[in-house]
Nanobody, 120 residues
Framework: VQLQASGGGTVEAGGSLRLSCAVSGSIYRINRRGWYRQAPGKQRELVAI???????DYAQSVKGRFTISRDNAKNAVYLQMNSLKPEDTALYYC???????????????WGQGTQVTVSS
């Protein structure tokens, strides 16, 4: 299972970016998809998550500004980021929790990360 994240870049505060993550490879069931981020010197933190049932949750710091969505047909997950702030600067990772077979326990799969830099 491979995750390819894209869409990062450098924007000014108040700007927008849309991150995409394509999931490829053999995966039988995806339980949830999510985006995490890690700023220099800080721990990786959850940004947004969407479950297979459609439940969505966001970090408090991004609520009202970020929107997570998915395209099941394309096996992709997206993160629309609006009203970006300098404190959103981080390496953003996409994540999938899923099983490779009907009797296998779920694993976490990670993309390589895409850099988001917001200038003030």
């Amino acid at each position: 299972v491979q995750l390819q994240a894209s869409g990062g870049g450098t924007v000014e505060a108040g700007g927008s970016l849309r991150l995409s993550c394509a999931v490829s490879g053999s995966i039988y069931r995806i339980n949830r998809r999510g985006w995490y981020r890690q700023a220099p010197g800080k721990q990786r933190e959850l940004v947004a998550i969407i479950t297979s049932g459609g439940s969505i949750d966001y970090a408090q710091s991004v609520k009202g500004r970020f929107t997570i969505s998915r395209d099941n047909a394309k096996n992709a997950v997206y993160l629309q980021m609006n009203s970006l702030k300098p404190e959103d600067t981080a390496l953003y990772y996409c994540n999938v929790e899923g099983s490779r077979g009907p009797f296998q326990l779920p694993d976490d799969y990670w993309g390589q990360g895409t850099q988001v830099t917001v200038s003030s």
